[in-house]
C-alpha cells in the first residue's frame, strides 16, 4: 500500500492568513493526488483532484501543487468557513487516505 | 444525489449490508464507478472499494474475502455486503460517485452521500 503522510496533525490560524497543508506519499504518485474537507457530521467534499485541478464551485483561494512524492494545499487567504479536517488521497494505486489535518480559525 | 440506507446495529459475527441510492444520474454512466469508503468514530477515512455499472470490482485486498459489492441498474442503487462482522466494523460508512478518468490512476471520489453509522455490537 501506498501510504500518504499530512503535516502538520493540526494547525491554528487567523482569518486572512495563507494557510499551506502538507502530504508526502510513500512512493512516487505523479500527480494522482486529491484534496478533500471535511467538516463535523458532513461527508469529506472534493477540493483538488489531479493535485491542482480545482472542482467546480471551489472557491479560488484554495489551490494545489506538487507531482511525485510531496504535494501541497494552500488558502490563499483563510474565511472563517475553512475550518475541518483535510485530507489528502492519493489514486495511483488502490486508494489511500492520508490521515488528515486539523484546521481551526484562531 | 447519493442517499445510503441500511441497519443501524449489526451484532458481530453477523452481516453488514448496506444500500445506496442514486438520484440525479444514472448509475449506468461508464465514467463514474460507485464506491464505499468508511471512517470508524474519531479516525481517518478508508476506501473499502468501487464496483463498475457492468459489475467489475475493486476492493481493498484487507477486506476482498468479506466484501460483495451488486449493482441494480433498475433501481439506481448499488450495494455493500460485508460478513462476519467485529467492533472493528463499527463506522460510519458513506457511499461515494468514483469519477474515472481516460487513463489509470485519474480517478476521485465526488459526491458523498451523508453517510450512514454502523455500529456492531451484541
Known amino acids: 500500500d501506498i501510504q500518504m503522510t499530512q503535516s502538520p496533525s493540526s494547525l491554528s490560524a487567523s482569518v486572512g492568513d495563507r494557510v499551506s497543508l502538507s502530504c508526502r506519499a510513500s512512493q512516487n504518485i505523479n500527480n494522482f493526488l486529491n484534496w478533500y474537507q471535511q467538516k463535523p457530521g458532513k461527508a469529506p467534499k472534493l477540493l483538488i483532484y489531479g493535485a491542482s485541478s480545482l472542482e467546480g464551485g471551489v472557491p479560488s483561494r484554495f489551490s494545489g501543487s506538487g507531482s511525485g512524492t510531496d504535494f501541497t494545499l494552500t488558502i490563499s487567504s483563510l474565511q472563517p468557513e475553512d475550518f475541518g479536517i483535510y485530507y489528502c488521497q492519493q489514486s495511483y494505486r488502490t486508494p489511500t487516505f492520508g490521515q488528515g489535518t486539523k484546521l481551526e480559525i484562531k | 444525489r447519493l442517499q445510503e440506507s441500511g441497519p443501524g446495529l449489526v451484532k458481530p459475527s453477523e452481516t453488514l449490508s448496506l444500500t445506496c441510492t442514486v438520484s440525479?444520474?444514472?448509475?449506468?454512466?461508464?465514467?463514474?464507478?460507485w464506491a464505499w469508503i468508511r471512517q470508524p468514530p474519531g479516525k481517518g477515512l478508508e476506501w473499502i472499494g468501487s464496483i463498475s455499472s457492468t459489475g467489475n470490482t475493486y476492493f481493498i485486498p484487507s477486506l476482498k474475502s468479506r466484501v460483495t459489492f451488486s449493482v441494480d441498474t433498475s433501481k439506481n442503487q448499488f450495494s455493500l455486503r460485508m460478513r462476519s462482522v467485529t467492533a472493528a466494523d463499527t463506522a460510519v460508512y458513506y457511499c461515494?460517485?468514483?469519477?474515472?478518468?481516460?487513463?489509470?490512476?485519474?480517478?476521485?471520489?465526488?459526491?458523498w452521500g451523508q453517510g450512514a453509522l454502523v455500529t456492531v455490537s451484541s
Open positions: 440525479g444520474g444514472s448509475i449506468s454512466s461508464i465514467n463514474e464507478h
Open positions: 461515494a460517485t468514483n469519477v474515472v478518468g481516460p487513463i489509470p490512476g485519474v480517478n476521485w471520489f465526488d459526491p
